[in-house]
């Protein structure tokens, strides 16, 4: 097992050397905190075993998780190997996610494709290839395909992570099995409070969905490039909203130049015509976005953030 420790302010490097001393199967290594797809980088670069599972900081296993995915890599040889999770809020209560729709469902290269298209059509709902953990991945395709993290990406990363592995994978094994249990914490729920401090980093989304057109192409399949517009103009509206739950009279300027700075991008307008509006999806918010008008774009968003999220204490 690889520990990395990256930056840690409390105890935890120190946690870490304890265990790789008292036990040899633990190697633990100490980096400059530099975001989750450096310190994942930095253990990609150490793997010997044939399998790699990747376990976040305060998130834990429940019982039995990697022997079921690993029993699962041992029967298939399947490229992923992937379960459900459930998140755990501060106070305890776990809520089960993904809600897989069979007991054991192996999926070859048209399959997995399918997923993908999911994933693009729907990506705040179908969270298959939203995360990099809660899988068995083969250390034989990152090794020999130098597959890594962007470094560059703090949202997104692991998207645009299991995207450029899609391109080697053939086959896929999903069990309705909880292996993993993904903790939420209260200061990072408000996604618009962080993107107000770094809007930069909405326009993540943007370098994601080029490796997601990577991918479709690399499989001949650029006749679903329009799916990733469609992403893209989804994503962009979801941020949007959830940066203008922060929106006030002292960050007005800041947040109208920002959402300028989304709109005015090329991707963005080029995206527009193949957004399909969902069920209970905005209407509106495209056509103000084709014609830029960014007052009316930051009362319409203001309005939704508020009936979604004012509910949730965000």
Known sequence: MILVDDGSRDSSGKICDEFSLNDPRFRTYHIPN???????????????????????????????????????YVETNADIILGEFCRVSENGTQESVMGLPEERLLLDEAGI??????????????LVFAFSWGRLLKSSVVLENHLRFDETLHTFEDVSFNFEYLKYANSMLMLKHTV????????????????????DQLLAHLKMLEKAKDYLRCKNRSEYVNEAEHCLINLSIILMVRLCCSLNVRNFIYVYGSIAKLLYRPEVKQA?????????????????????????ILVVCKYKARKRYAKKGY
Not at 36 to 58: C, E, K, M, S, V
Not at 113 to 126: P, Q
């Open 272 to 296: 527009i015509p193949y957004y399909k509006c969902p069920e209970g999806g905005s209407q509106i918010l495209p056509a103000l976005m084709r014609r830029r008008w960014i007052v009316p």
């Open 34 to 72: 530099s975001g989750p797809a450096a310190a994942r980088n930095h253990g990609l670069n150490q793997i010997r075993g044939q399998t790699i599972f990747f376990l976040d900081a305060d998130d834990w296993l429940p019982d039995g998780s990697l022997e079921v995915l690993f029993k699962g």
């Open 180 to 199: 993993y249990a993904h903790r939420i914490h209260s200061h990072f729920r408000s996604m618009s409070m962080q993107l107000s401090r770094d809007f």
């Open 113 to 126: 494709f399918a997923e993908a298209v999911r994933y693009l059509n729907a990506s705040n709902r179908n």
